[in-house]
């Protein structure tokens, strides 16, 4: 009886883990990000729309907007360079 009480509790705490929240919150960052300059750029997609909770580009300059492009790109092709290269090493393909 104990084992199975103990199992009920587990799932009816998983499942309140997913019930919606009835207060949404947004950080001062996300709210004051939708009126930076850059919210019509490329990659300022649904749901999120213009992202920066850091507020990196507060200052909404073009250069530092531009470099920080340039460097998330950069970075995701080294990344995905490095997979590329575990998976091959991972298959057993081995440089002589």
């Not at 499942?15 to 004051?32: H, V």
């Not at 300022?44 to 920066?52: H, I, R, V």
């Not at 909404?60 to 090493?89: C, N, P």
């Amino acid at each position: 009886f104990i084992m199975k009480s103990i199992i009920i509790a587990t799932l009816v705490a998983s499942a309140a883990a997913f019930a919606p929240n009835g207060q949404r919150t947004c950080s001062a960052g996300a709210l004051s990000a939708s009126n930076n300059k850059f919210a019509n750029e490329l990659g300022a997609q649904a749901p999120l729309g213009f992202f920066d909770p850091m507020g990196f580009l507060g200052a909404e300059d073009d250069t530092q907007f531009r470099w920080l492009r340039e460097a998330e790109i950069k970075h995701g092709r080294i990344s995905m360079l490095a997979v590329v290269g575990y998976l091959t090493t991972y298959a057993g393909v081995r440089i002589p």
